[in-house]
Nanobody
């Protein structure tokens, strides 16, 4: 059972930056597809960014050119660097994982392992 623990959330003003981290209980990063999802109150879970075992990345259009997903295989840690944050980025952010490759659709149901989430709040 893979365990994922997110950290780094907080409150920031619009235009600011935050870096989220996700620590795994084992070496997932070279063999797993990892991603960040987010969920705002009253809204469905939304994909943010995904990274494959070999480092390939894909981003949601809403965060492209502002967010960067990366990982440190030696530290078993996944990151999400978020720049130029907007109020609409306010949400609970979740680190997720699935063994093997990333699906083209990378829906929430594709990922069996989820962290507890870390809250990001962006004010105007």
């Amino acid at each position: 059972q893979v365990q994922l623990v997110e950290s780094g959330g907080g409150s920031v003003q619009a235009g600011g930056s935050l870096t989220l981290s996700c620590a795994a209980s084992e070496d997932t990063y070279s063999r797993y597809c990892m991603a960040w999802f987010r969920q705002a109150p009253g809204k469905e879970r939304e994909r943010v960014a995904v990274i494959s075992g070999d480092g390939g990345t894909t981003y949601a259009d809403s965060v492209k050119d502002r967010f960067t997903i990366s990982k440190d295989n030696a530290k078993y840690t996944l990151y999400l660097q978020m720049n130029n944050l907007k109020p609409e980025d306010t949400a609970m952010y979740y680190c997720v994982a699935v063994s093997g490759g990333c699906s083209v659709s990378w829906r929430p149901l594709d990922f069996p392992y989820w962290g507890q989430g870390t809250q990001v709040t962006v004010s105007t």
